[in-house]
């Protein structure tokens, strides 16, 4: 055991699986050890690092950024927030931002809006619905939203009038759905349920039901969005469009930031007062998110980003033929993929590929889930395959 392994038990909370490494440096899609060994880094800090490790464009605008102000309070308006602010509206259906420090906590924005929303037309239209299945923060609410039980049964009693809805299920919605129902929390592919993709047909049946019902569609997109799918936002492959969009993990490039994007006949519903953070939309996190989206939305890059997902995914669909016993499926799209593996194999092979040089994730207990950098290079997917296929 590293001595930093030791001292991290005795002084930190042990609310984590640490892995015994100690990373003392990074760059693109690698992780180097004070021992001298090299980490392709095949989860980017859980979709954090979509730009790689030592982005060079987003640490100049961290410095330039550090060298006029690190905070202002929220009662001034701060250059850098506004710049990101305008980059999120002008890529998307948004017309104002809510900026917070974490995924979970731009959900809080989002139920507080929702909830706010329903109140105004009646008094107890107060339901929010979400999957089984899914995943939507720590917090009290994005906990209750949550629709796996591990997470929440020691915390009870939590948030009042919430529902989960059965992944895909169209009876099962129609069911649950009403006047009373507020708002409808969606990821458009489950990160932590296991890499599951929304149908076309649930979409459409919840868009109309939206419409019906006046509940708002409010899209997590905290691990999905940001060109993971392939697509600034994985929402854009159906055809409806969210009321609000939450925002998180890749959008600092490493720095702690959260949004909440709000369409325009809901950007009056929060008003001053109801509702704030102290570091929410902190500067320097703000510019690092501006050189963020200038890259994402810079020409090519998700063009990019589709080819090499087409070649991964081909190649582990190959793979995945070769090893009938081992793998049940492959699925995904974009960057963000799962290995399912049949019974407990995708641990074992967590930990070989860590021996080797490669680190990966494992969600759901038996799915490998892949979210490299999205500048991952086509020689650096070639080293994850060799080295995956020899572990099989
Ligand atoms: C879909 C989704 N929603 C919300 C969260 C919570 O984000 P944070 O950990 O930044 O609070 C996550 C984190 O994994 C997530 O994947």
Redesign the pocket.
């Known amino acids: 055991m590293t001595h930093l392994y030791d001292q991290d038990k005795a002084y930190v909370l042990n609310l984590y699986n640490r892995i015994d490494v100690n990373i003392v440096n990074g760059k693109g899609s690698y992780l180097y050890d004070d021992q001298g060994h090299s980490y392709l880094d095949m989860f980017s800090g859980?979709a954090v690092n979509n730009l790689g490790h030592g982005n060079e464009a987003v640490k100049a605008a961290v410095m330039k950024q550090m060298d006029r102000y690190f905070h202002l309070s929220n009662f001034f308006p701060s250059e850098p927030v506004v710049a990101l602010a305008k980059l999120l509206v002008e890529n998307s259906f948004a017309s104002k931002v809510f900026f917070s420090n974490?995924?979970?906590?731009a959900?809080e924005a989002a139920i507080k809006l929702a909830r706010k929303y329903g109140r105004t037309r009646q008094e107890d239209k107060t339901q929010l619905l979400s999957f089984q299945g899914s995943?939507?923060?720590?917090t009290v609410g994005?906990m209750t939203l949550t629709g796996q039980e591990k997470y929440k049964e020691s915390f009870k009693p939590v948030l009042p009038d919430v529902t989960h809805v059965l992944f895909n299920d169209l009876q099962d919605l129609a069911s649950k759905v009403s006047d009373k129902t507020c708002a409808f929390f969606i990821?458009m592919i489950q990160?932590?349920g296991g890499i599951l993709e929304v149908s076309d047909a649930f979409m459409a049946e919840l868009t109309r039901l939206s419409k019906k019902h006046d509940f708002l569609i409010i899209v997590?997109e905290?691990?999905t969005g940001l060109g993971r799918a392939g697509d600034l936002f994985a929402y854009q492959k159906f055809a409806f469009t969210p009321h609000i969009v939450t925002l998180?993990?890749s959008l600092g490039g490493g720095l702690p930031i959260?949004a909440m994007l709000v369409a325009p006949e809901l950007e009056s519903v929060l008003l001053a007062g109801d509702h704030g953070s102290t570091f929410g939309g902190n500067p320097v996190a703000c510019a690092a998110g501006t050189a963020v989206m200038e890259i994402l939305t810079s020409e090519g890059f998700l063009d990019d980003v589709k080819s090499k997902s087409m070649y991964l995914l081909k190649r582990l669909d190959e793979i995945a033929h070769a090893h009938p016993k081992i793998i049940k499926e492959v699925r995904g799209r974009g960057l963000i993929i799962g290995i399912e593996m049949y019974d407990d194999r995708a641990n074992v092979v967590k930990a070989e590929a860590l021996a080797k040089g490669l680190l990966l994730n494992v969600t759901r207990g038996n799915v490998i889930r892949l979210l490299p950098p999205l500048t991952i290079s086509h020689s650096e997917i070639d080293r994850f395959l060799t080295i995956f296929e020899s572990i099989l």
Do not use: L, Y
């Open positions: 859980i974490s995924g979970t906590e959900n995943f939507h923060g720590r994005g990821e990160g932590e997590d905290i691990q998180a993990k959260g």
